[in-house]
């Protein structure tokens, strides 16, 4: 970056600290939001009306069985110490054993967690794909078909049940024409044909060279991801229409078309351009929204990410497991905050 | 708005025409077997410590026991399997087993009677939470080496006192009894911890199937072992998949893309059975459904009052409606399939009768709370429980709870009557005799949280002594006979009220033969299955 020298309007900047104090400000605000985080998940854990105890020894154990689990789990102690062995553990990446199925929580987690990302990215993908173009030409053409179209996609987005529109789907694609792979991330008779490199089985599958996994990778990812886009999108779309609306009807739009400009250039290089960084915003929070799992999504699908894998863990009393991926959760919201604000200041020269 | 109505017309006779070109069914592989289930309760797949449902299926297929339950006669109780015969001592004590020779385990090492004494030792050493189905034969850490003993080819096990044999055997039949490949196992060892931590998710058996992988609330895979003694398996995988939602399952089924579907909810059952190449199989569970009355209510202690309860039950109409094909009638403290299980149902809904008994015993106005589980057929047996025993002029209030509020409440012998559901433990009747009608101590102090019939405080009038002649009782048919009369004696004076056990309905593609989930008394077995 050129600390020193013309940023292009001309003015020069000479000095490091603007930079480091962000830098420092960032991190500081980063560990504090961790922190409070951590702190309220253990509160929840240790406020739940479960005992964890209990969860793992079942309630025919003998006394002894459970006197010994409580011990190991050091329920004995004080709470501030165990809240201070759960940030030690913590900053070490170890969210201790899942209670349920005795593995590290951080290797389930890291198990769990491409199933959502490689999900959530294909749903986020067609969100922007076709939510953006949408939303700009549903503003563009205010109250044509095309913008009645984007606003009953939009309301139906916001209003069917997702559990529904989701079976239905499995019903239709599936069920009915066969289109589609069923629940699941891939066929029965592909389960662990491709060595798991990256954890996201298409990218594994590609990488293996094994296409026919690829195919039918894909065709069981298309459905969840297009239904998590089709969310997405809705959203996607509204927001950008909206943006759009308030930009067209600015000045320098008009302007622009009395000096004789093209529609196109008006649109897609003077108000446009002028969305980017608003847009970066929405699609980051969309997509936070879908990493931190979309439950149902993932139920209705059998998909194995971090959303059924909370939501397991919940209902199991597994709270190991429930903070760790709650943990990550956060941590993705933190991070996704971040990664817009630093997209922030590079498209929009004001913030610098 | 024009264009927009083509459009819709247009995808709507798009999806039209292609749903009449119907696609075709797939087919799985004709020697593989998939299956859809909830596997998400395998907490564990050591046969030390499991003692979940998914994970005794898994047990069940990867670990040769010394006897076990043919999935085909599993009326025949147990079998010679790594034992191929046994004698039992002049003092009824100790059990000899002579082991099965040539036998491997998976990992090519013999199975030999040391491997057999190790498996049951750790087991008692490790003490993990079915370790009771053991440790009730008077086997301790520190005793178990002399207890349990190989000797050449023959096993050894004393007993605390003697037993029916058959309680014995019943026992070893359990999870727990597997018998694990004491090499592999011991190699895996870490601080001492017998290899428990490597078992959890890994296996060493001599079963008929290999576990490859079982990745938690996603699939289990297994292959078969074509060295099995008892021949190889004709499906050569069998992979488990996790599907939570019932109508996910039934979509895989109809598609052809599963063989079996192990949780359809009574729409989709019904659903499914209609649908071409599927039929529908019922096998009875262990689980019953029971109300209990706390003894320590002076009025709930009444014996016209404990009778008056078992007539206002609507029995029939709770089958018939929210419980249909999943639960049947079912009145005794053995479930149907057990050794000794009796089919009498006396009672049925009848509050004029229940009115009668409640006058005798001179209640009137009772009010009475009743605590109840936070699960829907639960929640809803309690309300037409609630109904009925409004008409008798009892007054019910319902408490729903997570299982901590209200098991805790009922374990301390709080409430005046529980909602609930109870499961045998091992496939003996003893484990549920043991339970509903044994209380040898009565007393606050006593704190047998594990009997119900303490939970109750109830004093069981002479059935504590039958069970424990029951137990000991070396005729099978005696046995039998003596379950049988100790059930109907509880049937009249105890303060349960059972009502129902459960039916597992499982959804098949109709060329899959020969299925068992195991009925009441063990777990689903894939050895047996063609296609």
């Known amino acids: ?352 | 708005m024009n264009t927009f109505a083509r459009l819709l017309t247009g995808a709507a006779i798009g999806v039209a025409v292609s749903v009449t070109s119907f696609a075709a069914v797939a087919e799985t592989p004709a020697n593989m077997l998939v299956i859809a289930h909830r596997i998400d309760d395998v907490t564990t797949i050591d046969p030390a410590e499991s003692f979940e449902f998914a994970g005794s299926d898994i047990s069940r297929n990867v670990y040769g026991r010394l006897v076990s339950l043919d999935p085909n006669d599993l009326a025949a109780g147990y079998k010679p399997d790594l034992a191929t015969s046994w004698e039992v001592s002049e003092d009824g004590k100790t059990i000899t087993f002579t082991m099965r020779e040539g036998v491997t385990f998976h990992s090519g090492n013999p199975v030999t009677a040391e491997d057999a004494a190790f498996s049951l030792q750790r087991a008692v050493i490790l003490n993990k939470t079915p370790a009771f189905i053991l440790t009730q034969f008077g086997f301790t850490a520190e005793n178990a080496t002399e207890t349990i003993r190989a000797e050449g080819n023959t096993l050894m096990i004393t007993t605390d006192k003697r037993y029916a044999t058959s309680f014995v055997l019943n026992c070893l039949t359990a999870t727990i009894g597997a018998i694990v490949d004491k090499e592999t196992v011991m190699a895996n060892e870490v601080d001492g911890d017998m290899g428990n931590a490597w078992l959890q998710t890994n296996s060493a058996g001599s079963g008929p199937y290999k576990l490859d992988s079982w990745k938690p609330n996603e699939s289990v895979t297994m292959s078969s072992n074509p060295d099995y003694y008892g021949g190889a398996p004709a499906m050569e995988r069998v992979i488990v998949r996790h599907v939570l939602e019932s109508a996910s399952q039934r979509l895989l089924l109809e598609r052809g893309d599963i063989d079996i579907a192990r949780n359809l909810n009574p729409e989709d059952i019904a659903g499914a059975s209609q649908a071409d190449g599927v039929k529908i199989e019922d096998e009875l569970k262990g689980r019953l459904m029971y109300i209990a009355l706390n003894q320590k209510h002076p009025e709930l202690s009444k014996p016209e009052v404990r009778q008056a309860f078992k007539y206002l039950i609507d029995y029939e109409g709770m089958r018939d409606s929210f419980l249909k094909g999943q639960y049947t009638i079912h009145q005794n403290f053995l479930p149907a399939t057990y050794l000794g299980a009796s089919e009498e149902n006396p009672f049925s809904y009848n509050i004029e009768r229940a009115k009668e008994l409640l006058a005798a015993a001179g209640v009137e106005d009772l009010e009475i709370e009743i605590g109840v589980r936070e699960a829907q057929e639960r929640i809803e047996i309690g309300q037409s429980f609630q109904n009925a025993a409004a008409q008798a002029g009892i007054t019910v209030n319902i408490t729903v709870g997570t299982a901590k509020q209200i098991l805790a409440r009922y374990r301390a012998r709080e409430l005046d009557v529980y909602l609930g559901a109870w499961g045998p433990d091992y496939p003996d009747p003893q484990t549920n005799a043991g339970t509903f009608a044994y209380n040898p101590d009565n007393s606050d102090e006593a704190n047998a949280t594990g009997l119900l019939a303490w939970r109750n405080s109830w004093d069981t009038g002479g059935l504590t002594e039958k069970v424990d002649a029951a137990v000991v009782e070396n005729d099978r048919d005696t046995r039998i006979q003596m379950y049988q009369d100790i059930q109907a004696e509880f049937r009249e004076t105890s303060p349960f009220v059972i009502m129902f056990q459960q039916i597992e309905q499982s959804a098949l593609r109709d060329n899959v033969t020969d299925w068992s989930t195991g009925q009441a008394v063990t777990s689903a077995a894939y050895w047996q299955v063609t296609k």
């Open chain 1, 1 to 352: 970056m050129a600390l020193t020298g013309d940023n292009g309007r001309g003015r020069v900047r000479a000095s490091l600290p603007p930079w480091i104090k962000t830098t420092a400000l960032t991190i500081g605000s980063i560990a504090m939001t961790m922190l409070g985080l951590l702190f309220v998940t253990f509160i929840i854990g240790r406020v739940m009306p479960i005992d964890p105890v209990l969860a793992i020894v079942g309630e025919r154990a003998s006394q002894s069985t459970y006197d010994a689990v409580f011990l190991e789990l050091g329920l004995d102690k004080p709470l501030v110490v165990q809240f201070g062995y759960y940030i030690w553990d913590v900053l070490h990446l170890d969210f201790g054993t899942s209670l349920l199925n005795a593995r590290p929580v951080s290797e389930d987690i890291a198990r769990v967690f491409p199933a959502t990302l490689e999900l959530a990215t294909l749903g986020i993908i067609i969100g922007i794909v076709i939510g953006v173009p949408l939303g700009v030409v549903a503003a563009a053409r205010k109250g044509s078909w095309i913008d009645q179209v984007a606003r009953v996609l939009a309301l139906v987005g916001y209003s069917m049940p997702i559990f529904w529109l989701g079976l239905m789907g499995l019903l239709i694609f599936y069920g009915i024409l066969g289109w589609v792979g069923g629940p699941g991330r891939v066929g029965i008779f592909y389960v662990d044909v491709v060595p798991s490199v990256t954890g996201l089985i298409l990218v594994d599958a590609a990488l293996d060279g094994n296409w026919d996994v690829f195919k039918n990778a894909f065709s069981h990812i298309i459905l969840p991801a297009s239904l998590l886009g089709y969310f997405s999108l809705a959203y996607i779309s509204r927001m950008t229409r909206s943006f759009m609306l308030e930009q067209l009807s600015a000045e320098y739009i008009t302007t622009a078309r009395v000096k004789g400009m093209s529609e196109w250039d008006v649109i897609w290089k003077h108000a446009f351009k002028n969305i980017r960084v608003q847009l970066i915003t929405v699609i980051a929070l969309s997509y936070a929204t879908l990493l931190e799992g979309s439950v149902l999504t993932e139920i209705i699908f059998s998909w194995p990410g971090i959303g059924s894998y909370i939501t397991t863990a919940l209902l199991s009393a597994d709270m190991n497991a429930v903070l760790g991926g709650t943990v990550v959760v956060g941590l993705i919201f933190i991070l996704l905050n971040i990664f817009s604000d630093l997209l922030y200041k590079v498209f929009d020269p004001r913030a610098k």
